[in-house]
């Protein structure tokens, strides 16, 4: 299919779509079916002899067809057709005085000029979350005069997030983040419109959200919207600018409709828990930064169809190393969402991948006598402890120390005679843990172990507790540890 681009003021008559992808195999027959389609744009487009008004210019990427062969330029399934409406006269300035002063920079570049800058001022772009990488990605779309972003983010601005979510003062600590994106947005950039959605985007609302806008930038930090908004850009035919970054390395790819998508990369979400988050391994803001802005970069490339794209390729970055390397990247015929036969027709929420305990062993522990008192340490309310309050238990055989952190992370440091479980494997080890006596959880920050705490409680372990503040706060107390070697 080629994709025909619309000007923005006819977008009415195309259900507000600013593409369209139609068959042909030449110019002509391509804008007939679009004409086929939307009927009240061919008696605006055409004349009484059905012939295509004068004031209109038609491009094939780059190029005017009248450079080519006309309307009967032939075009192909990865064709771009461009619609160019004639725009002086009444309808008054593209841009304002003040517009052009403020865009002067972008204008003098040849593949902005000022119809460039009107094209990013008719844009609408949605961003995926105001956080580590919609921040830097919002700020600069709004500097570059992109003319509507929407913000998606049901979340507060925390303490925590200030390291890197640049978008946000410390005076907009417990505010809602659109509500924050939206005042800074704004005072940046006054000819722009901000549209704020204080939601978390779900299988249920994506479609809706979605559509509305012409590129999705994705700042969000889980999977399960990673992978909603992935099937629903494919099933709306949005262009999606993707990133995601973890400690001092990122990944970033373009995916254009037709050109594959993140299921084509990765088919399944890893299991829970064996990919940390940045809350619990830890990431550079600006590393933030540089992804962020490299997805307004690309957004911005798309907006005004100049340079390549990054639609075919995987983009790593390692800031420790400071290299870049560049993978080839190819749409997988028999993906489920975009390939030949999709399965995936319309965007869910990816199961909860959290296990209760095998029957037999819940049905051992329901059986089993209760556990003796409880030390004097232990509320049997609560479900975590503090640093302070447990640390001279180190070491005494009765209690159980479970590090639910990854390999590389344990075997750098620990907490002396911890024992080894990561997170994604601890529901098929409960029976390495003995329900009679404590067992305190340890990751990082206190995440994973809390979890991981939760889901014994849940199997029956009457005694497992999550280490608040995780190794962060155990460090900071300057409470022992020990390096090298893993005690499993």
Not at 36 to 45: Q, S
Not at 109 to 127: C, F, N, P, Y
Not at 180 to 193: G, K, T, V, Y
Request: glycine share 8%; with cysteine; charged share 20%.
């Amino acid at each position: 299919m080629a994709r025909i681009f619309v000007p923005s003021v006819y977008r009415k008559h195309t259900e507000d779509q600013s593409a369209v992808d139609v068959r042909g195999t030449t110019v002509r027959h391509a804008l007939d079916e679009l004409f086929h389609r939307f009927p009240a744009l061919a008696e605006t487009m055409v004349d009484e002899d059905r012939e295509l008004r004068s004031y209109y210019n038609i491009y094939l990427g780059d190029t005017n067809i009248q450079d080519l062969s006309g309307l009967d330029t032939q075009v192909t399934e990865a064709s771009e057709v461009w619609v160019l409406l004639a725009m002086a006269g009444g309808s008054g300035p593209l841009l304002s005085e003040a517009e052009l002063t403020r865009y002067s920079r972008n204008i003098l570049l040849g593949e902005v000029d000022v119809l460039g800058q009107s094209a990013l001022k008719e844009a609408r772009v949605l961003l995926i979350g105001a956080g580590g990488l919609g921040s830097p990605a919002a700020l600069y779309l709004a500097a570059a005069g992109v003319g509507t972003l929407g913000v998606v983010d049901g979340d507060r601005v925390d303490l925590s997030n200030l390291q890197r979510q640049v978008l946000h003062t410390t005076a907009d600590v417990g505010r809602p983040k659109v509500d924050s994106a939206r005042e800074h947005l704004l005072a940046l950039n006054p000819h722009i419109d901000v549209r704020v959605h204080p939601v978390l985007m779900d299988a249920q609302n994506a479609l809706e959200l979605i559509a509305p806008y012409d590129v999705i930038v994705n700042g969000c930090d889980n999977f399960t919207t990673r992978y909603v908004v992935n099937d629903a850009c494919v099933i709306l035919k949005k262009p999606l600018v993707d990133a995601s970054i973890l400690m001092w390395e990122a990944q970033a790819s373009v995916y254009m409709p037709g050109k594959g998508c993140y299921r084509c990369l990765y088919p399944t979400p890893p299991p829970a828990d064996s990919v940390p988050s940045c809350a619990e391994a830890g990431v550079i803001g600006a590393m933030a930064g540089h992804m962020g802005t490299w997805q307004a970069l690309e957004t911005v490339k798309i907006i005004l169809g100049a340079g390549s794209v990054a639609d075919d390729r995987l983009v790593l970055f390692n800031a420790l190393a400071g290299t870049y390397r560049t993978l080839k990247r190819r749409r997988n015929p028999s993906c489920a969402v975009c390939g030949e036969q999709p399965t995936i027709l319309r965007p869910y929420d990816l199961p909860q991948y959290c296990q209760a305990a095998p029957a037999d062993l819940a049905l051992e522990l329901a059986e089993a006598p209760a556990p003796p008192p409880l030390p004097v340490w232990t509320d049997p309310q609560a479900d975590d402890v503090r640093p302070a309050d447990v640390a001279s238990f180190v070491g005494v055989p009765d209690v159980q120390w479970i590090d639910v952190r990854e390999s590389y992370e344990f075997d750098r440091y620990h907490i002396p005679g911890s024992r080894h479980i990561p997170m994604s494997e601890i529901t098929q080890r409960f029976r390495e843990i003995d329900p009679r006596q404590p067992a305190i959880l340890v990751c990082t920050v206190g995440q994973r172990s809390a979890r991981a705490s939760y889901a014994l409680r849940r199997a029956g372990f009457r005694r497992a507790y999550n280490l608040r503040g995780g190794l962060q706060h155990w460090i900071n107390e300057q409470l022992p540890l020990v390096s090298g070697g893993a005690a499993r």
